[in-house]
């Protein structure tokens, strides 16, 4: 009944930029923080960013700079800004939600550490 989409993976030569969507659809009341992981081949999940739903930030140290997360409550969807990309940051990308209050019928609903599906981020030239 909730769902998050990502969007605007792909490829981009380094140096380049890109940025990230992800939507929360269902009949959603509230999401409370939501960030962006991401995970390379043979590696552990790492955080890239998070952000509060009043807007505050946290970023990874080794995007710190390039990187940058906002959210649109209205829309119940966060960005991530991606800038100078390099190689390194071929990944996997998946957005995250700790909370997502919604509505089934007429029941006020929480559903907890919600995942996206993934968008792939390749850096290469």
């Known amino acids: 009944q909730v769902q998050l989409v990502e969007s605007g993976g792909g490829l981009v030569q380094p140096g380049g930029s890109l940025r990230l969507s992800c939507a929360a659809s269902?009949?959603?009341?509230?999401?409370?923080?939501m960030g962006w992981y991401r995970q390379a081949p043979a590696k552990q999940r790492d955080l890239v960013a998070n952000i509060t739903s009043d807007g505050r930030t946290n970023y990874a140290d080794f995007v710190k700079g390039r990187f940058s997360i906002s959210r649109d409550n209205a829309k119940n969807t966060v960005y991530l800004q991606m800038n100078s990309l390099k190689p390194e940051d071929t990944a996997v990308y998946y957005c995250y939600a700790n909370r997502i209050r919604y509505n089934d019928g007429l029941i006020r609903r929480s559903t907890f550490n919600s995942w996206g599906q993934g968008t792939q981020v390749t850096v290469s030239s």
């Open positions: 269902g009949s959603i009341v509230s999401i409370d923080a």
